[in-house]
């Protein structure tokens, strides 16, 4: 199983809603990721998970709070988002040793829409 | 300012030709590059790699070159074939914290003409 799944696929929320993001793997993997995509760039690192314990934080704001329940699963926790939130949040999975950590499986992302 | 560029927004290339997708950077202490190819509505899946201890990793119709004194690389598809049509994405990463982090370019969307 090489497949990193997340939900919803879409999401539409109001600025004062509290929503969370899912994402789940089976490989295996102890590292885990968030990333934010927004329309025609790049995606943009926002926090690393390495064994269950937060690595990197990239002075994400705090209406955003992830969290890694176990090794196969990463939350994504929103609340009070604002408009130029919405964007395509990516999860991905890697292992930690050897030259395949630099290796990242994405899942197909959530579609998110701040109203 | 872009650590990883990708100057080319788009590509076009008659199906069976070479394409040529180019990458440049800036921080001289990235040591591994990758190649992500995204489709719409997808998250992006991992296509070739090369660490800077090398000048060329092949694997199958798609070779990376690096050329470290430039600070450039590239990804040649070799033939193009339709369903290549994507936007490619280079990223590269250093040595620190197990080079989880990544610096994406911006991409270069591949057009591959029947």
């Known amino acids: 199983d090489t497949e990193v799944t997340q939900t919803p696929k879409h999401l539409v929320m109001g600025m004062t809603n509290k929503k969370s993001l899912k994402c789940e793997q089976h490989?295996?993997?102890?590292?885990m990721y968030w990333y934010k995509q927004k329309a025609k760039k790049p995606p943009e690192l926002m926090f690393v998970y390495s064994y269950e314990k937060l690595s990197i934080n990239e002075s994400v704001p705090s209406r955003f709070s992830p969290e890694c329940p176990n090794s196969s699963l990463l939350n994504l926790h929103l609340h009070a988002l604002q408009p130029e939130d919405s964007a395509l949040y990516l999860c991905a999975s890697s292992t930690l040793t050897g030259l395949s950590s630099y290796e990242q499986y994405f899942g197909p992302g959530t579609r998110l829409t701040v109203t | 300012d872009q650590q990883v560029k990708q100057n080319s927004p788009s590509l076009s290339v008659q199906e069976g030709r070479i394409s040529i997708l180019n990458c440049d950077y800036t921080?001289?202490?990235?040591?591994?590059f990758l190649w992500y190819k995204k489709y719409p509505a997808e998250g992006p899946t991992f296509l070739i790699s090369?660490?800077?201890?090398?000048d060329k990793n092949e694997d199958g119709r798609f070779t990376v070159f690096l050329n470290k004194s430039a600070k450039h690389l590239s990804l040649h598809i070799v033939p193009s074939q339709p369903g290549d049509s994507a936007v490619y994405f280079c990223a590269a990463s250093s040595n620190d914290n197990y080079g989880q982090n990544f610096v994406f370019g911006p991409g270069t969307r591949l057009s591959v003409l029947p």
């Open positions: 090369i660490s800077s201890i090398k």
């Open positions: 921080n001289s202490m990235f040591d591994y």
């Open positions: 490989m295996g993997h102890r590292a």
